[in-house]
């Protein structure tokens, strides 16, 4: 199952009893590797300290709309497009009718309207309180506009009662979450991704290669996972540390990466060839070190590499392929052209000439083109644009 890493986890507690229980909360989506920020209500600090909360997520806390420091730190609508997924956690009944009703009075009203991301909600009240007419009302219109609920659970409450308005746990919660998030696009579905580098020896010690850091390659593998996918990851040489969730396969070579790839799309359903292969290796590696002898230069006689993406294309022909193209000039021609040249179904190109963009660093633009369409994804984080470029991938490969 995906573990929530490169996933900013908004969590909002508001003044419930059951609200001691966040600092478990953020420590189990930490756990999972989520960044976590913090939201808490004026009432949800006479049930836990900002202290606490602040020490287990190791983020300050936001809990004031009108603040200039903490606006200037994250402003709020900064803070709400930052969020992946927001949890209010526990919800009371106030809380429930404040978001029906749309009011942006505190931070977390505002924050809950400026966000898209999914929100979860896991309330917690009196039984009563949760059985009234008015809480029910507001359960299913939040219901109906999308949000997600995560219990009550039923049992013995603060107050003595015996009934539904308990929190559900916090490890429950987490593992809710993680499977609502699993139902994604993808789930059922392979993938196989090459990312980074290769180095193609020239002897023991020597090798050609070039700077790809395998970034985007990585961010895909992540986003994914989150879309709910089985993920090959065969990775050449980069110091990036994989989703626990990916299988990752470390090769060296273009012809290692070949082989890799050829094993791990036996049951795959798509291909992404991220990785910059090297277009060339030595015609033969040296066993020995070579010596600096040649006064006047030394000739390294180079061949060829095989292209794995076309290879792969041209050898499981119903699964869905996709390129990359960094490209200096004529980018979005030259990819049109790599579509139809590596028979592939999509490419996506980005100008690596910008380097605010592309090799080696944490952004990306690019345009995905198919044969029937180019669409512009703008300067964003890499996952990102990754998620926005797997939601594409599996439009098309449900449709297919
Ligand atoms: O031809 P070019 O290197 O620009 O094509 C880029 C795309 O082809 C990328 O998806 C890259 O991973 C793939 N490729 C490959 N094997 C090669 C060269 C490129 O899979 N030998």
Redesign the pocket.
């Known amino acids: 199952m995906q573990n929530f890493s490169n996933k900013n986890v908004l969590l909002c507690v508001t003044g419930g009893i059951a609200a001691y229980k966040s600092a478990e909360i953020i420590r189990l989506f930490k756990k999972d590797e989520a960044d976590v920020r913090v939201v808490m209500t004026e009432s949800a600090k006479e049930f836990i300290t900002p202290l606490t909360l602040q020490a287990v997520s190791g983020n300050e806390i936001h809990d004031s709309l009108l603040d200039i420091k903490a606006e200037s730190a994250m402003g709020h609508i900064e803070l709400a497009k930052w969020a992946d997924l927001i949890l209010i956690a526990p919800c009371t009944a106030d809380s429930m009718s404040k978001i029906v009703y749309g009011r942006a009075d505190d931070l977390m009203g505002a924050l809950i309207l400026a966000s898209n991301a999914e929100i979860f909600i896991a309330p917690a009240m009196n039984m009563n309180m949760w059985l009234d007419k008015t809480t029910q009302e507001n359960y299913k219109t939040l219901l109906s506009r999308g949000f997600s609920f995560i219990g009550p659970a039923e049992g013995e409450q603060a107050c003595g009662d015996v009934g539904p308005g308990r929190m559900v746990e916090p490890i429950k919660i987490i593992e809710l979450i993680k499977s609502a998030l699993n139902q994604g696009p993808l789930s059922g579905k392979t993938i196989t991704i ?1 990312a980074g580098p290769t180095r193609e020896q020239i002897d023991p010690v020597r090798f050609i290669s070039n700077n790809s850091s395998g970034k985007m390659g990585y961010a895909m593998a992540s986003a994914a996972v989150e879309a709910g996918a089985i993920v090959n990851l065969i990775s050449g040489p980069v110091t990036l540390l994989a989703d626990k969730s990916v299988n990752l396969y470390k090769v060296n070579s ?1 012809d290692e990466m070949l082989e890799m790839s050829i094993k791990y799309m036996e049951d795959a359903d798509v291909f992404i ?7 060339y290796k030595s015609m033969d590696i040296s066993d020995i070190k070579i010596k600096k002898e040649a006064a006047d230069g030394l000739n390294i006689h180079l061949k060829k ?6 290879t792969i294309a041209a050898k499981y022909p119903s699964a869905y392929h996709v ?4 490209e200096t000039n004529n980018v979005d021609f030259n990819a049109k052209e ?1 579509l139809v040249s ?1 028979k592939v179904d999509m490419i996506i190109s980005n100008d690596v000439s910008n380097t605010a963009i592309g090799f080696d660093v944490d952004d990306n633009e690019v345009n995905v083109i198919t044969n029937k369409e180019s669409i512009f994804l703008k300067k964003d984080k890499k996952i990102r644009i990754a998620r926005e470029i797997l939601n594409i991938i599996s439009m098309k490969i449900n449709k297919k």
Do not use: R
């Not at 060839?273 to 277009?279: E, F, L, R």
């Not at 590499?305 to 076309?310: A, P, V, W, Y």
């Not at 390129?323 to 960094?326: L, S």
């Open positions: 090459t273009a060839g991220c990785a910059a292969v090297s277009d590499n095989k292209d794995i993406l076309s390129g990359f193209a960094a790599k590596k």
